[in-house]
């Protein structure tokens, strides 16, 4: 080619393989939150008394085995023991629901079961009940690999939501991508930036003080970019933990979590 | 109120034993705001006893000054078998209360 | 009308509370001396025996991991009967008071606690044999960079 020797071909070539590395599935390292944790929180994390987290497991313990709703049932009632029949199932999470055609996440499912199965009503978002269940369900899984699969029944939602990764958003007009593989492991302020996956969720945050689910850590994300909150459960941040299950595929589940 | 409990399986009379409790208690200061502007009241877990067999082997006067969700590590001896017997009481008048078999041999 | 002289001098008073008051943050701002004397009924306190282990860097001021450990042979006659936890710098001074006794085993308390910023956390034992002792550990308290939305 004739520009070859002309300085904007190879500008051009390049730009082109960074737009390319931008809307990338996964990033160049794959490592998870902990990794770029201080050591006491790493500490915190790998014991399970000093885990906070774990108090939402074993509220979420109790729950799994008492009958609630019309039909007074409990999650044993059908599921048995959790840490046989509810081991990997979070790893293939979010998934797509045969029954409703609609995206569930675990939060989803738990309260699809409880209305559909037990007559109950369904737990609000961040609710001690809706976390515990999830983290006692997602812990049955910890150390197993993130398994999400891609197909065509779930493919249109994926992409949106690696559209929503890489679009720029908020006042400050960042992209998810921007900082956490643009800059993933420097500093923002006193924390170092991790890579963004979601595979300790539900966490025990101390700035919470409390546990906490991955849409609530993505809010606060969109709130940090000065970006309008979307709601909790939404399709927009259902589609961007679809992504991010696939992002993070092949990480161990740690869920409960510790972060600060 | 949910509470761990973690204490040895089994211990040797006269072993020196940890004895772990975590509960889930958000330890409100009543120095914060809810989003609405609203001054939330204080409200921790202002006492806990620990009973070793009915005998009194720890308490732990607490104030704001303790994380939330408070996770307190202590030692004791190993005596005869028996049960460790948690209480506690937050400033609103809320009991909780934990137990833990304890066997000791020899 | 105020004078330029006037005008400059003023605002060379403001920058100079500015600095008092930012050296002051860096400074207990609790008079612990009239807790200590309640604590102790006027009786004096020993620099040792006591330490405080804690991060020298908090990741977050909401949950600091504190370690309390006396030095002590904890018998049925020379025992720690209590460990009362001061801050210079929270809004509440008195933190905690744990109470132990021979059959402790062992001085040794695990907790995590809130600190209000950067501080030395003064911890007192009260022994057996009605004696004093204090040990402290100074942590730095950082925050986290991203405001959080709850």
């Known amino acids: 080619m004739s520009c070859v020797r002309k300085r904007w071909c190879w500008g051009l070539l390049l730009a082109g393989c960074m737009v390319a590395a931008m809307g990338a599935d996964n990033g160049p390292r794959q490592r998870s939150g ?29 729950l799994w085995n008492a009958s609630d ?25 979010p998934l797509q629901d045969r029954d409703s055609g609609k995206l569930l996440n675990l939060e989803a499912r738990i309260n699809q079961c409880r209305q559909v199965r037990q007559g109950a009503e369904p737990y609000r978002y961040e609710s001690d009940e809706l976390l515990g269940l999830t ?87 969109y709130f940090g970019i000065r970006a309008q909150l979307p709601a909790y459960g939404s399709d927009e941040l259902l589609e961007l933990e679809l992504f991010l299950a696939q992002r993070a595929r092949g990480l161990a589940v740690e869920t409960p979590g510790v972060r600060r | 109120m949910v509470a761990r409990v973690q204490v040895p399986a089994n211990a040797r009379r006269g072993d020196v034993i940890a004895v772990r409790i975590a509960i889930q208690h958000p330890m409100e200061t009543g120095f914060r705001y809810d989003l609405r502007g609203k001054l939330l009241p ?27 969700n408070p996770s307190l590590q202590f030692y004791t001896v190993a005596a005869d078998s028996g049960e460790l017997h948690f209480e506690w009481v937050d400033d609103r008048g809320v009991r909780g209360e934990e137990r833990a078999r304890l066997v000791v041999s020899g | ?137 100074e942590v730095e308290v950082t925050e986290s960079a991203c405001l959080d939305a709850v």
């Open chain 1, 34 to 62: 902990v990794d770029y944790a201080s050591e006491y929180i790493r500490t915190m994390q790998a014991d399970d008394f000093s885990n906070p987290g774990m108090l939402w497991v074993t509220r979420g313990e109790k």
């Open chain 1, 69 to 93: 709703g019309r039909t007074g049932k409990s999650c044993a009632g059908c599921h048995q023991d959790a840490r046989s029949s509810m081991k990997g199932v979070a790893t293939r999470y």
């Open chain 1, 135 to 221: 983290a006692y369900v997602a812990h049955q899984s910890r150390g197993l690999p993130l398994a999400v699969r891609i197909d065509d029944s779930n493919r249109e939602h994926y992409l949106r939501g690696r559209a929503t990764y890489n679009r720029r958003q908020g006042q400050m007009n960042l992209a998810c991508v921007n900082c956490h593989e643009q800059n993933a492991g420097r500093r923002l302020l006193a924390e170092t930036i991790s890579e963004g996956h979601g595979n300790a969720y539900p966490i025990y945050r101390l700035e919470w003080q409390s546990t906490g689910s991955l849409h609530r850590r993505l809010r606060s994300c």
């Open chain 2, 42 to 68: 204080k409200n921790v877990i202002n006492s806990l006893v620990c009973r070793y067999n009915g005998t009194e082997i720890f308490r732990a006067e607490m104030g704001s000054g303790i994380a939330a």
């Open chain 3, 1 to 137: 009308m105020i004078s330029r002289r006037t005008f400059l001098q003023w605002m060379a008073g403001l920058c100079a509370l500015d600095a008092g008051s930012a050296r002051a943050q860096a400074v207990a701002s609790n008079d612990l001396r009239p807790l200590i004397a309640e604590l102790t009924s006027g009786a004096a306190v020993t620099v040792g025996r006591i330490r405080v282990e804690t991060p020298r860097l908090a990741d977050n001021g909401h949950s600091v991991p504190m370690k309390l450990v006396v030095d002590s042979p904890m018998t049925a006659t020379d025992y720690v009967s209590s460990i009362t936890l001061l801050s210079p710098r929270n809004p509440r001074p008195l933190m905690a008071k744990f109470m132990l006794g021979p059959r402790a085993g062992r001085a040794e308390i695990l907790t995590r606690v809130r600190l209000n910023g950067t501080q030395a956390v003064l911890a007192i034992a009260h022994l057996s044999d009605g004696t004093f002792w204090s040990g402290s550990a």
